[in-house]
DNA sequence: GTGAAAGCGCTAACAA
DNA sequence: TTGTTAGCGCTTTCAC
């Protein structure tokens, strides 16, 4: 297949507008409108343009387009790791949706660095991205200059699985409160007592927060007590940094019943310390995690978790943007802006209540 | 901080050169080259103009420069599914080193398809990127019609842990038969004799074959008797894969020392087969996998392994793109194709001579 | 319905 | 060293 015609003998070209007016004696302009689908232009040359680029193997140039019409027709995912497989899920399904309606995605990493997530937002500021999707630092919320300058300028944001102050009308979350809420309930239901909930150090932050406050409401229903200072602030809401403090404070204070994490990631790495502690699991200290990130990893050895509609997650972020990207871009389905959560009961729980009655 | 020039009362504009000319009485073409840093223009001007862009806040129309110079300043990254971690982890390091140059990474998930790699592709050709880095389908190497396209459009394509055939010098890849030869040896000098190969269905595929190579030379070399029959092929190289295919040879053959898997995902997926089938790991079955993908995630649980040097794959991988992007590029270092395994041993293997002696 | 012309913001010849 | 001019490939008025 000829895919660019050859000029004087040398270098390819790229076909362009201008080749399919000469060949059709058409004017750019009237290419250009049937290329696009525009009605206005003649039924039958709008089916003999679109042949004829068809057969030349036209393609638009992206960047011809975008600095005529002001849009590039990509938009940008900020995340602060795609190691971590529930944002590479993220990812995957962000680039799903977006190229399903014409989109491309670039990434950028803020290596779980606020500092950083602000310069890739500025970046993509400069290069005029039509949008961002931003999978936020798990750290404080004082949104960095460029986010100030991402709203004067109209560039719209939208916020995945969590937020910053001052954002809650741009973000797709799931209901962490809710979902923190069945795991705590369910552990006090089934007999535990001293739940610790081992979160980051910015506890002030939503995602931390809605967690939290998840936590204390299921204690308070339950009418079972509870001591503040059971919640505990990792340095990194990372494996290595929840491993560390778990070992620090299996060391320090006497065994709790249950641990809770602030997702999967944390939660590996604590099995790993109450391990190493001379603990068993469940039996000694029963363990639950957050996302549902790695089951298919690791099969029986899975924890109990939260699991979190990733799928519905994305789609909605993309679908979000869209509407604000284009405010004429017409939802088929009205948003789905906070999602629901499901617990996921694996073998690193159990119930007391049943070994307390069957002893 | 002014970020943009308000014109009328209305809306926002952008700040071009053309603002930072009429604002220093100059033309365009040197507010350009200066910009640009060309040599060309008087030290005095250019800092005038660096100076003035710097206060006006003007970032360049990437668009606008792209179509000018027909270059994107933007690379692909294609890879079959980021939930992979250490897929995610290689798009981490691409982009981090991509970005030190200069370059915008855009993302394509083939979703282990090479149909839908080969339209990645074309996609990404089709936007005249300017460089394409591929993490390949595991699959049979038959390019789809966009690489002959990519050649001829003479876009540079880099293949990144593993090649199509006619691609050799294109990859950067890491030395898979050495890798396994590695294992296997390990595996038979510690007593293994009968080692099973759990690799792809497609065992002609590099990524296959060069660890095929080293498995079987091993044997040679050690002079230990081998039965083709120890190769098995999977429909899907993912941990659910694995594990199906484990599951029935579990039950249909014999029981054998070692299994080795294509990689650590497999591996998680035989290790569960194993367990269900009622044998031990290391005990009754050593087990290694390749990547050394997850270990930060699970501690004790890790694999024996081989480990890839990512980063160094990554960086090489950015590297020789440039170089090919732009035929001036420097290397400081001469380029590494071929990188190093290093053996990884944990306590999924066992020495199972010691345990005779022992006896 | 179609075409002419201007313009998006920048770069790159070539002149001055 | 700087300015003039043309052009990258497309869209978008506005006449015809």
Redesign the pocket.
């Known amino acids: 297949m000829r895919v660019a015609i050859r000029t004087g003998n040398k270098n390819m070209?790229?076909?362009?507008?201008?080749?399919?007016?000469r060949k059709?004696?058409?004017?750019?302009?009237?290419?250009?409108?049937?290329?696009?689908n525009?009605?206005?232009?003649?039924?039958?040359?709008?089916k003999r343009v679109l042949e004829c680029a068809r057969d030349m193997n036209?393609?638009?140039?992206?960047?011809?387009?975008?600095?005529?019409?002001?849009?590039s027709m990509t938009i940008g995912f900020i995340c602060s790791d795609p190691e971590n497989p529930f944002i590479g899920r993220m990812l995957k399904l962000v680039s799903r949706y977006s190229n399903q309606q014409g989109y491309s995605v670039m990434v950028a990493i803020s290596e779980g660095s606020v500092v950083q997530e602000g310069k890739c937002l500025q970046n993509f500021l400069d290069k005029r991205l039509d949008g961002v999707i931003i999978f936020p630092v798990d750290a404080p919320g004082n949104p960095s200059e460029a986010f100030v300058t991402a709203k004067e300028q109209g560039i719209p944001l939208v916020f995945c699985d969590t937020y910053y102050p001052g954002y809650e009308q741009d973000c797709i979350i799931a209901d962490y409160t809710k979902g923190v809420y069945l795991q705590t309930e369910y552990l006090l239901k089934t007999g535990h007592r001293s739940i610790w909930y081992l979160t980051t150090q910015y506890q002030e932050i939503p995602v931390s927060r809605l967690r939290i406050n998840g936590y204390k409401k299921a204690y308070a229903d339950m009418g079972t007590a509870r001591q503040d200072s059971w919640i505990f602030g990792c340095e990194k809401a990372t494996g290595q940094g929840a491993y560390q403090l778990a070992k620090r404070l299996l060391q320090e204070y006497e065994r709790p019943d249950a641990i809770l994490t602030l997702n999967d990631y944390m939660a590996y790495g604590v099995r790993q310390a109450i391990r190493e502690a001379g603990y068993r699991i469940p039996e000694d200290i029963s363990l639950a995690g957050y996302d549902d990130a790695f089951s298919e990893l690791l099969y029986e050895n899975a924890l109990t978790t939260v699991r979190q509609d990733a799928d519905l997650i994305a789609r909605e972020c993309v679908r979000l943007l869209l509407t604000k990207i284009n405010p004429d871009y017409r939802l088929e389905e009205p948003l789905i802006r906070v999602t629901e959560p499901e617990l996921v009961i694996r073998n690193t729980t159990r119930n007391r209540r049943e070994e307390r009655q069957g002893a």
Chains 1, 2 share one sequence.
């Not at 059709?24 to 696009?36: F, R, W």
């Not at 525009?38 to 709008?46: A, F, L, P």
């Open positions: 070209r790229n076909v362009t507008l201008k080749d399919i007016a059709l004696q058409l004017s750019e302009a009237t290419v250009s409108l049937a290329i696009n525009k009605t206005i232009v003649n039924e039958d040359t709008r036209y393609k638009p140039n992206p960047l011809a387009r975008g600095l005529a019409t002001s849009k």
